[in-house]
């Protein structure tokens, strides 16, 4: 996921946010979305996310947003951070681990996992529709400048501890000057507990295989209280 200086602090070391850019994303038997939309609904841009720059509730060795938590990802990840982007949440929280640092020549890469407490959409969307429009909000708020290709590969629904949910993992390929990077999986997982809409986010680059033992516990690890 791409590092770009932006006015909001993320981990607390310096000034930016996690974007990662590209054209919006086009999908099999579907349009593209407009970079300001996903499927149907307008994304809310990056400046204006309802997060706080507050360090998030850790409890436990987890992190916790509303009812929801997952486990704290390890070193090299940053310590939980309140700043992060994802659309339609109230209160969100998320961490960051550097892969390719930033040089005058390169944006750097990172990869990031993040929680969110989706207010604006409960008993809008299905949990579905609610993967799929996180998930394109994301790549075309964020992903903005650069060419992208993604494949879906799994769009399904699971059970999240119990409670009723859907994963959707999207294989993205593009080409960055200066990154070494060249593949990232996306995984969006949405969840409805007791009426509350929460969306689990994460980027894994193909430069860091050595992180996807640790991003993936953050998921597996998810639970409702």
């Given at each position: 996921?791409?590092?770009?200086?932006?006015?909001?602090?993320?981990?607390?070391?310096?000034?930016?946010v996690?974007?990662?850019?590209?054209?919006?994303?086009?999908?099999?038997?579907?349009?593209?979305?407009?970079?300001?939309?996903?499927?149907?609904?307008?994304?809310?841009?990056?400046?204006r996310?309802?997060?706080?720059s507050?360090?998030?509730?850790?409890?436990?060795?987890?992190?916790?947003?509303?009812?929801?938590?997952?486990?704290?990802?390890?070193?090299?990840?940053?310590?939980?951070s309140?700043?992060?982007?994802?659309?339609?949440?109230s209160?969100s929280?998320?961490q960051?681990?550097v892969?390719?640092?930033?040089?005058?020549?390169?944006?750097?890469w990172?990869?990031?996992?993040?929680?969110?407490?989706?207010?604006?959409v409960?008993?809008?969307?299905?949990?579905?529709?609610?993967?799929?429009?996180?998930?394109?909000?994301?790549?075309?708020?964020?992903?903005?400048?650069?060419?992208?290709h993604?494949?879906?590969?799994?769009?399904?629904?699971?059970?999240?501890?119990?409670?009723?949910?859907?994963?959707?993992?999207?294989d993205?390929?593009?080409?960055?000057?200066?990154?070494?990077?060249?593949?990232?999986?996306?995984?969006?997982?949405?969840?409805?507990?007791?009426?509350?809409?929460?969306?689990?986010?994460?980027?894994?680059?193909?430069?860091?295989?050595?992180?996807?033992?640790?991003?993936d516990?953050?998921?597996?690890?998810?639970?409702?209280?």
């Open positions: 996921m791409r590092r770009t200086l932006r006015s909001l602090a993320f981990g607390g070391l310096v000034p930016l996690m974007v990662a850019g590209c054209s919006p994303p086009e999908f099999p038997g579907r349009t593209s979305a407009s970079p300001s939309s996903a499927g149907g609904f307008p994304c809310p841009p990056v400046d996310s309802a997060s706080t507050s360090p998030p509730p850790v409890e436990s060795g987890r992190v916790k947003i509303g009812r929801v938590s997952y486990p704290v990802a390890p070193a090299p990840y940053s310590p939980p309140g700043t992060v982007y994802m659309a339609f949440a209160h929280a998320g960051s681990a892969v390719e640092q930033a040089t005058n020549s390169s944006i750097g990172n990869s990031v996992v993040a929680l969110a407490r989706l207010s604006s409960d008993g809008a969307w299905g949990a579905q529709q609610a993967a799929e429009v996180i998930g394109q909000c994301s790549l075309s708020m964020t992903w903005l400048g650069i060419d992208y993604p494949r879906p590969r799994r769009d399904e629904p699971i059970t999240v501890d119990g409670h009723p949910g859907w994963i959707r993992v999207t993205l390929s593009f080409a960055v000057p200066g990154i070494r990077a060249t593949r990232e999986v996306q995984t969006v997982v949405t969840l409805d507990a007791g009426g509350e809409t929460y969306a689990y986010l994460s980027y894994l680059p193909d430069t860091a295989d050595q992180l996807k033992a640790s991003l516990a953050t998921r597996e690890g998810l639970r409702v209280d």
